[in-house]
């Protein structure tokens, strides 16, 4: 297995994407290797500097970088010999399993709309992330920015996605999914909650547990937690922001140290033709070696043939 990371991407890449790429070459020794595509002048001597720990990674060569500042759809489509655009080529190509960045979120969107592609029947692909929950658990949150603005159908296709990836990802055999709305009562909500809520409750390829309230985040009323990208994103960075003012004040526990976005590592785009995953800008080598790993596990779990199957039938 091959899993390739955009070496360019990041606020703090090359540096962080190479140095994260050695530890998950060790994590990942015998079962996958890391494939790093970037501007050569610029990885190949940190390569040369890691020494032996980076005779296990290869090197694709890309001319161009988009920045995090650039138009997505116009960066991609002018710089075909980027870091992020070489990475969908070789995903399309299957000479990857995975491709990960740390890179433009909207230009890894836009690469995968338009390389990799949606699968058949899916409305709009979602990111997805991740919730601790209680007992040293993980839930599914989606969409958390790919689509600010949802249609109940989309809403509930979020559902299914999110359930079969808590389900083949995370081994949570009948995942409970759950609505995010004003409160628990069926009636509640604006007239798309409500309109999701009554396709999520007739589906019979998911559990659905009805809706869920700010304070069921954490708590284990569902396994995957269902909105829009507007709301999924601020729940995300309100979680990451809790994590950062107990990190300043010095205060540490196990659950809530899982809200630090290193622990994960990345985001999966769900709902396109291969594995893909975007990493947070600012993201750190621990943050990259567990994004690699989750691109590694997404791949040998099958979930995309599992997405393939379920939205074929």
């Not at 530890?23 to 990942?28: I, K, T, V």
């Not at 700010?214 to 309100?238: H, P, S, Y």
């Amino acid at each position: 297995m091959k899993i390739a990371l955009d070496a360019m991407g990041g606020d703090f890449a090359p540096q962080a994407a190479v140095a994260g790429a050695v530890m998950a070459a060790e994590l990942l020794a015998g079962r996958a290797t890391i494939v790093l595509i970037g501007q050569e002048d610029a990885v190949r001597p940190l390569l040369d500097a890691a020494g032996p720990a980076a005779a296990a990674l290869e090197f694709v060569p890309a001319s161009q970088v988009i920045d995090m500042a650039e138009h997505p759809a116009k960066a991609f489509q002018h710089k075909q010999d980027s870091s992020i655009a070489i990475g969908y080529k070789m995903l399309l190509a299957s000479e990857v399993d995975a491709f990960c960045s740390a890179g433009n979120t909207g230009a890894m969107l836009v690469g995968a709309m338009f390389t990799v592609k949606a699968v058949p029947g899916v409305i709009r692909p979602a990111i997805a992330n991740f919730v601790p929950k209680k007992h040293d658990k993980f839930g599914v949150l989606l969409d958390v920015g790919a689509n600010a603005e949802c249609k109940p159908e989309m809403l509930e296709q979020f559902g299914e996605l999110g359930s079969l990836y808590a389900q083949y990802v995370l081994g949570i055999e009948r995942p409970k999914v759950g609505l995010v709305n004003l409160g628990e009562e069926e009636a509640k909500g604006t007239p798309n909650t409500q309109a999701a809520h009554q396709l999520l409750k007739a589906n019979p390829r998911i559990h659905f547990v009805g809706n869920l309230e700010g304070r069921d985040m954490f708590n284990e009323k569902a396994d995957v937690v269902v909105c829009d990208g507007f709301t999924g994103n601020i729940l995300l960075k309100m979680a990451e922001s809790i994590y950062e003012m107990m990190d300043e004040k010095d205060i540490h526990d196990p659950f809530f140290d899982k809200f630090n976005y290193e622990a994960v590592g990345g985001s999966p785009i769900l709902g396109i033709n291969d594995n893909a995953i975007i990493g947070h800008g600012r993201s750190t080598p621990l943050a990259i070696c567990n994004m690699l790993v989750q691109g590694y596990n997404m791949a040998e779990s099958g979930i995309v043939d599992q997405i393939k199957a379920t939205f074929k039938s």
